[in-house]
């Protein structure tokens, strides 16, 4: 199972994020064959505007806050939350802390001025995507959703992670190979197994070919670290 990050990992910042051709193409060929999950701190409502034509076996989107799969829909978080939630959201307009709410998460970009005043946050845990924030239930994250994800589907089989950023460390400390993309992090570089030689859905999309190629064999993982 290939569990992919979304933005500067499938998609490049330098094309506004919006997925190119060919990179959704490959990934709905592997898909086909594998199961293949993208895995984002995005909202729903950006899968159309930014992964047109994108066909992912699933995703799971708000950072691990829901799951969708075929036409099922699993949030992964409880009742609680929204009454924390709104105490949260009157927080951030008390400081005037500027912030967009998702179905499940708060989202706070730009965010690093405000580390400081967000990490008094106790309610919540606050999770980064390089300059911007998170605000999520303590128990919501990109590994505990994969980890949510294996045993809704009964899945035994080795897991792939790909990610650059720091919301990708849960997602690798549940992984059994991590891979980073030429321009993660150097934090998440130097957790992967596998830095790749090109940029975001390059990347990707060269890793992919290997795999359905036959170079690297999705069953036999762990696999020598080939690198670095
Ligand atoms: O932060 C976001 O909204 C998206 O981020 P991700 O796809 O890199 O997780």
Request: glycine share 6%.
């Amino acid at each position: 199972m290939v569990l992919s990050d979304f933005d500067r990992t499938l998609s490049s910042d330098r094309e506004s994020f919006i997925l190119r051709e060919d990179v959704a193409k490959i990934v709905n060929y592997f898909s086909a064959k594998y199961l293949f999950f993208v895995v984002t701190g995005r909202e729903r409502k950006y899968i159309n505007i930014l992964a047109r034509g994108l066909s992912p076996t699933g995703w799971i989107i708000e950072n691990g806050g829901i799951i969708l799969i075929k036409d099922k829909e699993i949030k992964l978080t409880d009742e609680n939350w929204y009454s924390i939630r709104e105490k949260i959201i009157k927080k951030l307009d008390k400081e005037g802390i500027p912030y967009s709410v998702g179905e499940v998460i708060i989202y706070v970009n730009s965010a690093f001025e405000n580390k400081r005043k967000l990490e008094e946050i106790v309610e919540a845990k606050v999770e980064w995507n390089r300059n911007d924030a998170m605000i999520m239930p303590h128990n919501v994250s990109k590994g505990n959703a994969v980890l949510f994800l294996k045993s809704y589907l009964g899945f035994k089989g080795k897991t792939i992670g790909i990610g650059d950023s720091q919301n990708d460390i849960p997602l690798f400390n549940v992984v059994d190979l991590k891979v980073a993309v030429a321009n993660a992090l150097p934090e998440i570089k130097s957790m992967a197994d596998i830095v790749l030689d090109k940029e975001d859905g390059e990347g990707v999309k060269d890793f992919l070919l290997r795999i359905l190629n036959g170079e690297i064999n999705i069953d036999s993982l762990p696999i020598k670290r080939f690198s670095k």
